[in-house]
T-cell receptor, first 108, second 115 residues
Framework: AQRVTQPEKLLSVFKGAPVELKCNYS??????LFWYVQYSRQRLQLLLR??SRESIKGFTADLNKGETSFHLKKPFAQEEDSAMYYC??????????FGQGTELSVKP | EPEVTQTPSHQVTQMGQEVILRCVPI?????FYWYRQILGQKVEFLVS????????KSEIFDDQFSVERPDGSNFTLKIRSTKLEDSAMYFC?????????????FGPGTRLTVT
């Protein structure tokens, strides 16, 4: 079964602290994973994708096939990082399979 | 920057009524999607659409649902006879291609409330 799990509904950190948002997946093929972000009252937007191996707004994510994980990390959280973060698995047919989302709250 | 738009932003309807949710995808995009998110739950795929036909649909997308591209710009989701459990946020998305490298751009969503 194709599934994405984000175990934390809410993650609260202080500004400047490191952040790790967890994502685990279940997929029989070669997985392609994304992180989407939704800031308050804004639309879902792509943050980064595994295939690009990029760093966006200081965030990075590494695919660990052994642990079936794609955790999102940032060394120093900023208040403007507060948002809902969704991990998503891309299906060969083009659809995205989302996790339940983690709300990140960065306190001053 | 071009954006996907959706109307209305909020729709309230009575159980059993038909609703049509409207989306205007980005103009040069060819693939269109509907997702929904029930309050407190994950975003779920409903249907994908290309070349005037459904490419893929989920088990949620039963006979009560239909999609249409009535003209060159709109992409609609119709629910024939709404149920209470259809209350959710409905997101439209579009992309230039369904291949991995092509980003899906999401609209702001329509909140559907069935009473």
């Amino acid at each position: 079964a194709q599934r994405v799990t984000q175990p934390e509904k809410l993650l609260s950190v202080f500004k400047g602290a490191p952040v790790e948002l967890k994502c685990n997946y279940s997929y029989s093929g070669s997985p392609e994973l994304f992180w989407y972000v939704q800031y308050s009252r804004q639309r879902l937007q792509l943050l980064l994708r595994h295939i690009s191996r990029e760093s966006i707004k200081g965030f990075t994510a590494d695919l660990n096939k052994g642990e079936t994980s794609f955790h999102l990390k940032k060394p120093f959280a900023q208040e403007e990082d507060s948002a809902m973060y969704y991990c998503a698995l891309w299906n060969q047919g083009g659809k995205l399979i989302f996790g339940q989302g983690t709300e990140l709250s960065v306190k001053p | 920057e071009p954006e996907v738009t959706q109307t209305p932003s909020h729709q309230v309807t009575q159980m059993g009524q038909e609703v049509i949710l409207r989306c205007v995808p980005i103009s040069n995009h060819l693939y269109f999607y509907w997702y929904r998110q029930i309050l407190g739950q994950k975003v779920e795929f409903l249907v994908s659409f290309y070349n005037n036909e459904i490419s893929e649909k989920s088990e949620i997308f039963d006979d009560q649902f239909s999609v249409e591209r009535p003209d060159g710009s709109n992409f609609t989701l119709k629910i024939r006879s709404t149920k209470l459990e259809d209350s959710a946020m409905y997101f439209c998305a579009s992309s230039t291609d369904r291949a991995l490298s092509y980003e899906q751009y999401f609209g702001p969503g329509t909140r559907l409330t069935v009473t």
